[in-house]
């Protein structure tokens, strides 16, 4: 594959970084969604609760629920949207998405309790 690196986005400050919320939850179940070419539901266990978050991940991988059972990070303070018939309360945080790359899952060296904070 022929990858370019993208430009650096501008400067943020700490306080923009700050904003943003990452957790570290386990993908309890990946279902799919009905009627979507792309949308797949995960079951996300933060530790002292649970969320549904919707991915566009159903033709990135050839068995989406490979994925169960893993620790990955998530944005949890995005606004929650409706989609497909669905609530998504939150965004996983992949990598190679936004650059044409296969995505994968941005996880934890090691297990840590769901619900702990990057950054």
Do not use: C, W
Not at 75 to 94: A, C, I, K, T, Y
């Amino acid at each position: 594959m022929d990858f370019k690196v993208a430009t650096i986005k501008p400067p943020i400050t700490i306080a923009d970084l700050d904003k943003i919320d990452i957790r570290v939850g386990t993908i309890l179940s990946v279902e799919d969604v009905t009627r979507s070419d792309k949308l797949m539901k995960l079951t996300v266990d933060f530790g002292d609760h649970r969320r549904n978050i919707l991915v566009g991940m159903k033709q990135e991988r050839e068995n989406p629920r490979e994925i169960e059972g893993k620790q990955a990070l998530f944005v949890v303070n995005l606004e929650p949207r409706q989609m497909m018939g669905h609530m998504s309360e939150g965004m996983v945080f992949d990598i190679g998405y936004a650059d044409g790359v296969k995505p994968t899952l941005a996880i934890p060296e090691t297990n840590v309790p769901n619900g702990t904070r990057a950054g």
